[in-house]
């Protein structure tokens, strides 16, 4: 009877045992069945209150929302850093950017990647993945002596993408061309294109020459070479015939990222589509004009959520919708005026880019950081609202874990959050380090910022944001604070020196 009795606590405790990682082995089970085909929308600018499932006003976004309705919503998801060649650094190579010194990048910079490192796309294709990016790039190209007029390299290609459709580096800078896997479109050997960024080449208008052909009015930064009726920052001589109309971004980007998804619905994808819109200068297409209430910017927002329905369409067309996984989200927080003036800050009105959140683009305060983030997986991925601390730099090792493997050790950063991902868990990261122009770090509620001398001037007095850089230490409890009102460091000095002494392991991390 003894033995028996043994023999049935034994079974009990694995049986328990089991039990308890369940939801790990279903996901194990999920990924060896269908590992899924992956698509990250990334936005740019895009604030935490600039769509409707996050509270817009002004504007309606229903292809969103649908995403949002029937997938996962975030409530406290980050981009890694509040500008944007640092964020895509993070999140393509799960590493935050302050390790490569990573800032925001001129239009002729080289490859801030480096070949050798590992990266998402990379990590992919080991299992099967065909893969492309196709929209902003800013990450650099070359190896800082480019000759536009040849295939550039090092580019996307090697760092793991098969295909890609670029605009080299972001809207308001040149070369305002359209590159594909490496090389110009529509370039003519007659004209060809040279790029500077310390001096005028070439003989086509500028901004500060004549001002009385732009569309926009624009700071002197981006008041160089005229493309299209706006100044660029930077100059460019030749490649009239390969220049972007900016309207066309919406019809011509989601075109690549369709055709590439019908000519890959037989294999598994990832495509990164990463949005120009709603950075400036915003151009929206005649078809969007005038479909919000805030000019513009607000048309930007409308002509995002027509790219997200029309690709989402495109995978059921495809019959595929129910095996791609769909991320939505941005690369940092809101700005009104960013070199150009086209009315965002007259044509506001009630609406709140950031929600109650403190700060913008640039600012370490949540508004730089905290972004819509929405995953959507039919049938996978059940309608919610998550809690969960997230940071776009663990899309590395979660999605390792989604197509079973293990991250390289010299990821030094990214964490493995499936399941929380997936909505199994509402529990994320512990503490997560956020930049803007300084560090801080998010320990649940608790958010301590590291001071600073670096001058933040620019940023409210331009920028019209609070950018959070000062020369004393903050602590904020956004359970009771959120919208970062109060520095309670002084109330809390233990918790100060325990977040301070944290931090600087993490920074001090090396493999």
């Avoid at 604030?47 to 976004?61: E, I, M, N, Q, R």
């Avoid at 997938?71 to 999140?91: E, K, L, N, V, W």
């Avoid at 100059?235 to 075109?255: I, N, Q």
């Avoid at 997560?432 to 998010?442: D, I, K, P, Q």
């Amino acid at each position: 009877m003894k033995k028996l009795l043994f023999i049935g606590l034994i079974a009990l405790f694995f049986s328990c045992k089991e039990d308890k990682q369940t939801p790990e082995k279903e996901i194990t089970d999920t990924i060896e069945n269908r590992r899924p085909n992956i698509i990250i929308f990334y936005v740019d600018d895009l604030g935490y209150g600039d769509v409707s499932s996050y509270g817009a006003t002004g504007v309606k976004t229903p292809n969103i929302d649908k995403l949002a309705l029937n997938g996962i919503r975030f409530t406290d998801a980050h981009s890694a850093t509040a500008t944007c060649t640092p964020s895509r650094y993070a999140m393509l190579t799960g590493n935050y950017a302050f390790r490569r010194k990573a800032a925001v990048l001129k239009g002729d910079a080289p490859l801030i990647i480096s070949p050798e490192q590992p990266t998402l796309p990379k990590l992919l294709k080991k299992v099967g993945y065909k893969t492309a990016v196709v929209g902003k790039w800013h990450l650099g190209l070359g190896d800082g002596n480019v000759d536009w007029n040849t295939t550039v390299k090092p580019g996307p290609a090697e760092i793991g993408f098969d295909y890609s459709f670029l605009l080299p580096s972001t809207g308001d800078r040149v070369p305002s061309v359209y590159m594909e896997n490496g090389n110009i479109l529509n370039l003519s050997e007659d004209d060809p294109i040279e790029v500077s960024y310390t001096e005028k080449v070439g003989n086509r208008p500028t901004g500060y020459e004549n001002p009385e052909l732009r569309r926009q009015v624009a700071d002197d930064q981006h008041n160089k070479t005229i493309i299209n009726g706006i100044s660029r920052i930077g100059w460019m001589k030749g490649g009239k015939s390969a220049e972007w109309v900016d309207e066309d971004f919406p019809y011509k980007l989601t075109e690549k990222a369709n055709t590439f998804i019908k000519e890959n619905k037989d294999n598994r994808f990832f495509l990164y589509y990463s949005f120009h819109d709603i950075h400036v200068p915003r151009l929206p297409h005649k078809n969007f004009q005038g479909k919000s209430e805030m000019g513009p910017r607000g048309d930007a927002i409308v002509q995002v959520d027509y790219v997200v329905g029309e690709i989402v369409k495109s995978l059921e067309t495809e019959g595929i919708s129910k095996n791609t996984l769909i991320i939505f989200t941005s690369d940092n927080g809101p700005v009104l005026n960013d070199g150009y003036e086209d009315d965002a800050v007259e044509k506001l009105g009630n609406h709140k880019p950031a929600g109650n959140l403190r700060g913008g683009k640039y600012s370490v305060y949540e508004a730089g950081t905290r972004v819509p983030t929405i995953v959507y997986w039919p049938e996978e991925v059940a309608p919610k609202i998550s809690n969960a601390l997230m940071n776009q730099v663990d899309f590395y090792s979660s999605f390792a874990a989604l197509t079973g493997q293990n991250k390289e050790a010299s990821i030094l950063d990214s964490e493995n959050h499936l399941q929380a991902l997936l909505g199994k868990t509402d529990k994320g990261r512990v503490e997560t380090v956020l930049e803007g122009y300084t560090l801080a770090l998010r320990q649940g509620n608790w958010k301590y910022i590291k001071p600073s001398n670096k001058p933040g001037k620019w940023i409210t007095e331009e920028k019209k944001i609070e950018s959070g850089l000062t020369t004393v230490e903050q602590l904020y409890d956004l359970g009771r604070d959120p919208s970062e009102q109060t520095n309670v460091a002084d109330q809390f000095p233990e918790k100060v020196e325990e977040l301070k002494f944290k931090l600087k392991q993490i920074e001090e991390l090396t493999y």
